[in-house]
């Protein structure tokens, strides 16, 4: 008896000494397993609210860069609407204005001048200038595509830029300004950029020689006053310009007009493949049902255009050049002969 009952007392003592070694056990698997259960809780709420966010945000993108809706125009004028986002300013409500490209592709002192002021009258046309005057700028390929992609996405800020409602942008380019040089390249660019080319060309080959040589004796003789001005607005300037007469070599006169005749074929041949549009200065001079046809051709609204340019010569050819029996002989007989009758100049 005394042996059970230490025997029982020793179980007992052993019972005793190892309860308490399970118990923290079972505490902690509690514990981790609360830790574990309250994780994943914590974790879904997270992911939940990202997943909340991203979509929102997500959402917001799409508010803000939503595309402009579609201009009711024909099919083929798709390729020539465009969108511009400029880096220099934002176009704000005007962003889905619709934006044309054109290029007013011309020679020298044959009313391009005349006629940019004419479209830059318009309150939606920004046509920036003779942007290729400058040498750099037409140095290769690769300096001609940037100057005219910066021209197009309306980063081209000059007095004439309209910016924010701008409806058709573009600049007045000479052919001898690298134009022709380039002419591949140029015609793929404006045929992959949806860029309408506008040829101004004057009819009259003598009446634009004479101008060329009366502008070339004022860029050194600077008769106003000590400054030279290609264009002018009053009438007493086109009055001082036009009392120089220059001297017209008699004897190169006809191979000189048959190279610009030939530079001008030349340019049309090249660009035939772009929408284009031919103007002679004369017609849009004497017939202004001209800038309606370019006011549509541009697809913008229609407007009374005016320039404030003055013309330098009106009138007979014979009164402002100096040699003028040279000139008629010379003329008298060809092809050229009526170039001998024109009345109007710039």
Same mark, same amino acid.
């Given at each position: 008896?005394?042996?059970?009952?230490?025997?029982?007392?020793?179980?007992?003592?052993?019972?005793?000494?190892?309860?308490?070694?399970?118990?923290?056990?079972?505490?902690?698997?509690?514990?981790?397993?609360?830790?574990?259960?309250?994780?994943?809780?914590?974790?879904?709420?997270?992911?939940?609210?990202?997943?909340?966010?991203?979509?929102?945000?997500?959402?917001?993108?799409?508010?803000?860069?939503?595309?402009?809706?579609?201009?009711?125009?024909?099919?083929?004028?798709?390729?020539?609407?465009?969108?511009?986002?400029?880096?220099?300013?934002?176009?704000?409500?005007?962003?889905?204005?619709?934006?044309?490209?054109?290029?007013?592709?011309?020679?020298?002192?044959?009313?391009?001048?005349?006629?940019?002021?004419?479209?830059?009258?318009?309150?939606?046309?920004?046509?920036?200038?003779?942007?290729?005057?400058?040498?750099?700028?037409?140095?290769?390929?690769?300096?001609?595509?940037?100057?005219?992609?910066?021209?197009?996405?309306?980063?081209?800020?000059?007095?004439?830029?309209?910016? *924010?409602? $701008?409806? =058709?942008?573009? &600049?007045?380019?000479?052919?001898?300004?690298?134009?022709?040089?380039?002419?591949? +390249?140029? %015609?793929?660019?404006?045929?992959?950029?949806?860029?309408?080319?506008?040829?101004?060309?004057?009819?009259?080959?003598?009446?634009?020689?004479?101008?060329?040589?009366?502008?070339?004796?004022?860029?050194?003789?600077?008769?106003?006053?000590?400054?030279?001005?290609?264009?002018?607005?009053?009438?007493?300037?086109?009055?001082?310009?036009?009392?120089?007469?220059?001297?017209?070599?008699?004897?190169?006169?006809?191979?000189?007009?048959?190279?610009? *005749?030939? $530079?001008? =074929?030349?340019? &049309?041949?090249?660009?035939?493949?772009?929408?284009?549009?031919?103007?002679?200065? +004369?017609? %849009?001079?004497?017939?202004?049902?001209?800038?309606?046809?370019?006011?549509?051709?541009?697809?913008?609204?229609?407007?009374?255009?005016?320039?404030?340019?003055?013309?330098?010569?009106?009138?007979?050819?014979?009164?402002?050049?100096?040699?003028?029996?040279?000139?008629?002989?010379?003329?008298?007989?060809?092809?050229?002969?009526?170039?001998?009758?024109?009345?109007?100049?710039?």
């Amino acid at each position: 008896m005394a042996d059970d009952l230490c025997s029982f007392t020793k179980l007992q003592d052993a019972f005793i000494s190892k309860s308490p070694k399970k118990s923290p056990l079972v505490l902690r698997m509690i514990v981790l397993m609360f830790v574990m259960v309250c994780g994943v809780y914590i974790c879904s709420i997270c992911i939940k609210q990202i997943s909340n966010r991203t979509n929102t945000e997500l959402l917001n993108i799409q508010v803000i860069d939503r595309p402009c809706p579609v201009p009711n125009i024909e099919p083929w004028e798709i390729p020539y609407v465009h969108y511009p986002k400029p880096k220099t300013f934002s176009r704000a409500e005007c962003k889905c204005n619709p934006v044309r490209y054109f290029a007013i592709l011309s020679m020298q002192r044959s009313g391009s001048g005349w006629f940019e002021t004419l479209l830059n009258n318009h309150t939606n046309i920004s046509s920036n200038g003779e942007i290729f005057s400058v040498k750099v700028r037409r140095s290769n390929i690769s300096s001609i595509v940037e100057t005219l992609d910066k021209i197009y996405n309306l980063d081209w800020l000059t007095s004439a830029s309209k910016n *924010e409602c $701008t409806a =058709a942008v573009g &600049l007045k380019w000479m052919l001898n300004q690298g134009l022709m040089q380039h002419h591949e +390249e140029i %015609v793929e660019y404006l045929r992959t950029r949806g860029v309408s080319a506008i040829f101004l060309f004057r009819r009259n080959l003598l009446s634009r020689m004479i101008s060329v040589l009366a502008n070339s004796y004022d860029r050194d003789a600077k008769l106003l006053n000590g400054t030279h001005k290609s264009h002018v607005h009053s009438p007493h300037e086109a009055e001082i310009l036009a009392k120089y007469k220059p001297l017209i070599n008699a004897t190169l006169l006809m191979r000189n007009l048959k190279q610009v *005749e030939d $530079t001008q =074929a030349k340019a &049309l041949e090249y660009f035939k493949s772009t929408r284009h549009i031919i103007l002679y200065y +004369e017609d %849009v001079l004497k017939n202004r049902t001209k800038l309606v046809d370019v006011q549509e051709f541009l697809k913008v609204p229609q407007r009374d255009l005016k320039s404030r340019q003055v013309k330098i010569h009106k009138g007979a050819l014979s009164n402002y050049v100096e040699n003028w029996d040279d000139v008629r002989k010379a003329l008298e007989g060809t092809r050229y002969q009526g170039f001998l009758h024109g009345e109007y100049r710039k």
